[in-house]
């Protein structure tokens, strides 16, 4: 499987707003129990990581028989 970038400096933006949407996690005063904050953590971190991807332009190259 080959991948390719077309804007691969975006993907400078994948460290701060991972570590920014942990942050507000771990700040929240939100009252709700541990999976569930858990869920919530991992279902944001797969947004924003296919949000900069989706901005860096990935691209999945396929190979041409013949």
């Known amino acids: 499987m080959n991948f ?3 804007h691969p400096h ?3 933006l994948l ?3 991972l ?3 942990v ?3 771990w700040k929240s005063d939100v009252q ?3 999976w569930r904050r858990w869920t ?3 279902i944001r971190l797969v947004v924003v990581l296919a949000l900069v991807l989706a901005i860096a332009g ?3 190259l396929l190979p041409l028989d013949g």
């Open 40 to 42: 919530a953590l991992g």
């Open 10 to 12: 975006y993907l400078l």
């Open 4 to 6: 390719q970038f077309t």
């Open 19 to 21: 570590a920014w949407v």
């Open 58 to 60: 990935l691209q999945w």
């Open 32 to 34: 709700i129990g541990a």
């Open 23 to 25: 942050w507000f996690a």
């Open 15 to 17: 460290a701060p707003a």
